[in-house]
């Protein structure tokens, strides 16, 4: 049991990884449109995934662009930068079953809950259930793992000093 705990722990490491990684990609591309036309480039977006830029989401995304200049450009991708080092460290916790990194992830997963669920409840799709369902079940595996070594049932958790 102990080492399917692991597994899955890791999986969850790895998980958090590819989404850090992911948010520095989406960083770079920001910086990529730093001195463009950023409401162009949107436009461009919308058209090649066959949005209709008179829907709702694609023209807000496409307005936002507008306004954005080279400074806020930098600033998100700076944010994305932050975001993903913080992802990284998760994941990295994860992989060396530290405590910490546990518990971090139980509450830095667990505050995006409410609002998926308000998501969910403002307009249903697919993705959005998705995204609320692998959530919640990477927060519930982890507090289920977080109760089995609290209770002595299973020890994952590195020694006093390797913490």
């Given at each position: 049991m102990k080492t399917n705990i692991v597994r899955g722990v890791r999986t969850v490491a790895v998980f958090?990884?590819?989404?850090?990684?992911?948010?520095?990609?989406?960083?770079?591309?920001?910086?990529?449109?730093?001195?463009?036309?950023?409401?162009?480039?949107?436009?461009?977006?919308?058209q090649h995934l066959h949005l209709n830029p008179a829907r709702h989401y694609p023209r807000i995304f496409i307005e936002a662009a507008g306004h954005i200049d080279d400074t806020g450009l930098r600033s998100l991708a700076a944010l994305a930068c932050v975001y993903g080092v913080v992802r990284f460290i998760e994941a990295?916790?994860?992989?060396?079953?530290?405590?910490?990194?546990?518990?971090?992830?139980?509450?830095?997963g667990s505050i995006y809950l409410p609002i998926e669920a308000y998501e969910i409840f403002e307009s249903v799709t697919w993705m959005k259930v998705i995204v609320f369902l692998i959530n919640a079940f990477i927060v519930g595996y982890l507090v289920y793992?977080?109760?089995?070594t609290r209770s002595g049932r299973i020890?994952?958790?590195?020694?006093?000093s390797e913490r």
């Open positions: 958090e990884g590819l989404k850090g990684t992911l948010v520095f990609i989406a960083g770079f591309g920001l910086l990529s449109l730093v001195h463009k036309d950023v409401q162009d480039t949107a436009e461009q977006l919308v990295y916790g994860l992989w060396q079953k530290k405590v910490w990194a546990s518990w971090f992830a139980i509450i830095s793992v977080r109760l089995l020890e994952v958790d590195p020694s006093p």
